[in-house]
C-alpha cells in the first residue's frame, strides 16, 4: 500500500501550555516535505507529539498512518507502524552498547522465532556504518554515550537505515553538523528516498535542503502552518530571512508558549 | 525468663551433635562457648533495618544428607550450574552436610586442599586451628557467635605456597528442607605468591519458604603475602541471610570479590577486606536485585592499614516492587596506612515508587598522606530514555529490561567468569523479569 501520512488539526500542549494550534499536513509516498521556522515555534513539539513523547499532550485533531489512527498507538507501536524520528537530543544509554540496543529494535519488529541472525545483523550494521563513514568501534560502545554531536546524528541515521520506516521525521538532524557530516547524513538521506516513503525534514536553516531537495516546504509559526510552497520558498526565506512572511500575515510575535 | 529460652539450641543437643561427628574436643569446646556468648551478646547493629524485627531464630536441626556418587542425582536447576569434567573440582552442600566432592588430580598432586571444613577438621586440624574464626570473630554478635555455634558442612581450601590454581574451585550449596540446619563456612587459605579462583552458588528450592528459615554464613579468606584471590559468589536463597565475609590481606596480597545477592528473602550481607599488608589490594564489585517486600543491607568495607594499599568497591542495586536496600560502602584507612588509596561507588536503581534504596558512602580517614574519593547515586529509571528507546520499536517491557542490563552491565561484563555472568544476567532476568 502506498505510504499516506495525515495530520488533521493537531493541537498539543505541555504541562498544560497550548504550542501545536491546529496543525494540517499530508505526506505521500515519495515526498520530502521540509518544515522551517524560527526558532520557538513549534517545530520539534510537532515532532515530539507525532512520535508520542510522554510530555506532551494532545488534545486533538488526528494523525493517520494508512488509514491507521496514530494517536492510538503507544509510542512502540507507532515506531513499528513504520514512524521513525530522529531526534535532536538522542538519549545516552550506559551499559547498552549500540549493537544490542539496534539488535533488539530490529527484532522487536520480527516474530519471536524469526529473530535476524547474528551474522546478517552485523553484516548489515557494518555495511550501513560504512556508508556513514562511522568507525566500527561504534557499534560496541554504550548507546550515544560520550558521541559528539556529530557522532550523534550519524547514529540516528543509521537507525533509520537498519529499521526501514515508512515515515521518517528528522528534528534539526543538521545542528551541530559540520558541512562534510552534513553531506554524509544527507546522502544517507537521499539513499533512502523511495517510492514508499515519505521524509519530514524540521529545519532551522536552509543549509540542509542544498543537499536534500525537499518537494514541499512548509514555514511554521505560531504553533501552525503559515505559508507553503516549493523549493523556491527555502531559498527565499534563506536570502531575505522570515521578516517578510510575518509581514505578509500581520504576525507581530512568531513564537508560541513562549515565557513573556 | 531466661536468656537461654531464645537460642535455637540447647547446650545439650550441641554437645551431643558435635559429638555424634565425631569432632575433637577444641571444635566442641569452641562451639559450646560460642552457644554461651549467643545468648550474651546482642545482634549486630545494622543501619537503618530492624533486623530485631526479622525471623533469626529458625535454625532448624542438623539434617545429615546421604552422600552421592554422581551429580545426575542432583536436581536439575544445580545441574546447569557445574560442569563436571575430569579435571573440574567441585564441592556440592546439600543441606547441613557435604555429599560430593571431587578434586582434580593435577591440584591435588600440587598440594592444594579442597573439602568439606568438618573433613579438613579431621585431617588438617593444625591449618583450621590456625585460622578458623581469627577474621570473623565468634565473639563479635549474637548472629556471629549462633554461626560459630552451629556451622555445618562449609568448604576449605588451602593452596599451598607459590601454587597456582586457574581453573575455578567451585562449590555448590544448596538448601531444600525448611526444618534443616543450613549454615556453612567458608575457609579460604592462599598461601605465599598462590594465585587461586573461587566460585560458589548458593541457592534454595520452594521447598524453604521465603523467610521462613535463617541462612547464617561466615565466609574466612586469608591472603598471604603476594597471593592473588579471586572469590565469586552468587546467592540465591529464600532464606532469611546473615552472610559476613572478611578476607585478610597481607603484603602485596590482592583479595577480589565478585558478589551476587540475589536473595528472595531478608539479607544482612557484609563484605570486607582487612588490608593489612602494605602494598594489599581488594576489588569488590556487587550486585543485588530485591523484589516484593524484601529488605536488604549490603555493606562492602575496606580497612586499610598498609601502607600503599589499595581498595575498590563498586556496588549497584536494582529494587521493585516495596523492596527496600541500604547500601553501604565504609572505607576506613587507618593512621599509618600511608599513600592508601580508596575509592567507591553506590548505586541503586528503583523500578517502582515504593521501593526504596539508600546509597551511603562513608569515608573514616586517620591518616593525612591518602587518597579517597566515593560517588553515590539513587534515582529511578529515566522515562526519556524509555522513550527513546521506544521510538525505536522496542517494547516498553524490553527496553527497561535494557537499561536495567545496561545499569548492571558495568560490574557484570567485569566478572572474568563467564558461566557466572551468564547465572547473574539470568537470575536477574528471572527476578526482576514478569
Known amino acids: ?260 | 525468663m531466661s536468656t537461654q529460652t531464645i537460642l535455637p539450641i540447647d547446650r545439650e543437643t550441641l554437645a551431643a551433635l558435635s559429638q555424634n561427628n565425631n569432632e575433637p574436643a577444641w571444635l566442641s569446646a569452641l562451639r559450646l562457648e560460642a552457644l554461651e556468648l549467643a545468648g550474651q551478646l546482642e545482634l549486630p547493629v545494622v543501619e537503618k533495618q530492624k533486623i530485631s524485627r526479622w525471623n533469626l531464630d529458625a535454625y532448624g536441626t542438623y539434617t545429615k544428607s546421604a552422600a552421592i556418587q554422581s551429580l545426575s542425582e542432583l536436581p536439575e536447576s544445580l545441574q546447569s550450574l557445574v560442569k563436571l569434567e575430569e579435571n573440574s573440582s567441585v564441592l556440592v552442600q546439600h543441606n547441613s552436610s557435604v555429599v560430593f566432592q571431587q578434586l582434580s588430580a593435577e591440584l591435588a598432586a600440587k598440594g592444594v586442599i579442597f573439602t568439606d571444613l568438618q573433613t579438613a577438621v579431621e585431617k588438617h586440624a593444625d591449618l583450621v586451628q590456625k585460622y578458623l574464626f581469627q577474621a570473623v570473630k565468634k565473639d563479635e554478635n549474637r548472629l556471629a557467635a549462633l554461626h560459630a555455634a552451629l556451622w555445618n558442612g562449609g568448604v576449605f581450601v588451602y593452596v599451598p605456597k607459590n601454587v597456582e590454581v586457574d581453573l575455578p574451585l567451585q562449590a555448590v550449596l544448596m538448601a531444600d528442607d525448611a526444618a534443616a540446619t543450613f549454615a556453612p563456612h567458608v575457609l579460604l587459605i592462599a598461601d605465599s605468591n598462590s594465585r587461586v579462583n573461587y566460585v560458589d552458588n548458593y541457592l534454595s528450592t520452594e521447598a524453604v519458604g521465603v523467610d521462613q528459615v535463617v541462612h547464617n554464613g561466615v565466609v574466612e579468606v586469608f591472603v598471604n603475602a603476594g597471593a592473588h584471590v579471586r572469590f565469586a559468589s552468587v546467592h540465591h536463597l529464600n532464606a532469611t541471610n546473615i552472610t559476613y565475609r572478611r578476607a585478610v590481606v597481607e603484603n602485596d596480597g590482592r583479595i577480589e570479590w565478585i558478589i551476587g545477592e540475589m536473595h528472595n528473602g531478608n539479607a544482612v550481607s557484609e563484605t570486607m577486606s582487612v588490608l593489612k599488608g602494605n602494598g594489599s589490594s581488594s576489588d569488590a564489585k556487587v550486585i543485588s536485585a530485591g523484589t516484593n517486600d524484601q529488605k536488604l543491607s549490603i555493606t562492602t568495607k575496606a580497612v586499610h592499614f598498609g601502607k600503599s594499599s589499595d581498595s575498590q568497591m563498586f556496588t549497584r542495586a536494582v529494587m521493585r516492587d516495596q523492596a527496600s536496600a541500604i547500601i553501604n560502602g565504609i572505607t576506613k584507612i587507618e593512621k599509618g596506612a600511608t599513600k592508601a588509596n580508596g575509592e567507591q561507588t553506590e548505586k541503586v536503581l528503583m523500578l517502582s515508587p515504593k521501593a526504596r534504596g539508600d546509597a551511603n558512602p562513608i569515608l573514616l580517614i586517620d591518616e593525612d598522606d591518602v587518597t579517597a574519593g566515593h560517588a553515590a547515586s539513587v534515582g529511578q529509571v529515566n522515562p526519556e530514555q524509555v522513550y527513546y528507546l521506544m521510538s525505536r520499536g522496542i517494547s516498553k517491557q524490553d527496553a527497561e529490561r535494557l537499561i536495567i542490563h545496561g545499569f548492571l552491565a558495568p560490574v557484570i561484563s567485569e566478572i572474568p567468569l563467564e558461566n557466572v555472568q551468564e547465572q547473574l544476567r539470568s537470575l536477574m532476568e528471572r527476578k526482576l523479569g514478569q
Do not use: C
Request: no cysteine; net charge negative; aromatic share 6%.
Open chain 1, 1 to 260: 500500500m502506498a505510504t499516506h501520512f495525515k495530520i488533521d488539526g493537531l493541537k498539543a500542549e505541555i504541562e498544560g501550555k497550548e504550542i501545536l494550534k491546529g496543525l494540517s499536513l499530508e505526506i505521500k509516498g515519495g515526498e520530502i516535505h521540509a518544515i522551517m521556522g524560527p526558532n520557538g515555534t513549534g517545530k520539534s513539539t510537532l515532532a515530539s507529539a507525532l512520535m508520542g513523547h510522554p510530555k506532551y499532550e494532545v488534545t486533538d485533531g488526528s494523525v493517520e498512518l494508512n488509514g491507521e489512527d496514530v494517536l492510538e498507538m503507544a509510542v512502540d507501536e507507532r515506531a513499528r507502524a513504520g514512524l521513525f524520528l530522529a531526534m535532536q537530543y538522542p538519549s545516552e544509554i550506559a551499559g547498552v552498547t549500540n549493537s544490542d540496543f539496534l539488535r533488539s529494535a530490529i527484532n522487536a519488529r520480527r516474530e519471536e522465532g524469526n529473530e535476524i541472525s547474528l551474522i546478517k545483523f552485523i553484516r548489515q550494521m557494518e555495511g550501513k556504518m560504512k556508508e556513514l563513514e562511522m568507525n566500527p568501534e561504534f557499534a560496541h560502545r554504550y548507546l550515544n554515550e560520550g558521541f559528539s554531536g556529530g557522532e550523534k546524528k550519524r547514529n540516528e541515521i543509521l537507525q533509520m537505515m537498519l529499521l526501514d520506516p515508512s515515515i521518517v521525521i528528522l528534528d534539526e538532524i543538521d545542528s551541530g553538523l559540520d558541512i562534510d557530516a552534513l553531506k554524509i547524513v544527507a546522502n544517507g538521506v537521499n539513499t533512502m528516498r523511495s517510492e514508499d516513503r515519505g521524509f519530514l525534514i524540521i529545519t532551522h536553516y536552509q543549509r540542509l535542503l542544498n543537499y536534500i531537495k525537499p518537494d514541499f516546504v512548509h514555514v511554521m509559526m505560531q504553533g501552525r502552518i503559515v505559508k507553503s510552497g516549493g523549493p523556491e520558498l527555502a531559498e527565499r526565506l534563506e536570502n531575505e530571512g522570515y521578516d517578510w512572511v510575518k509581514e505578509e500575515l500581520g504576525i507581530v510575535d512568531e513564537t508560541v508558549g513562549q515565557e513573556a
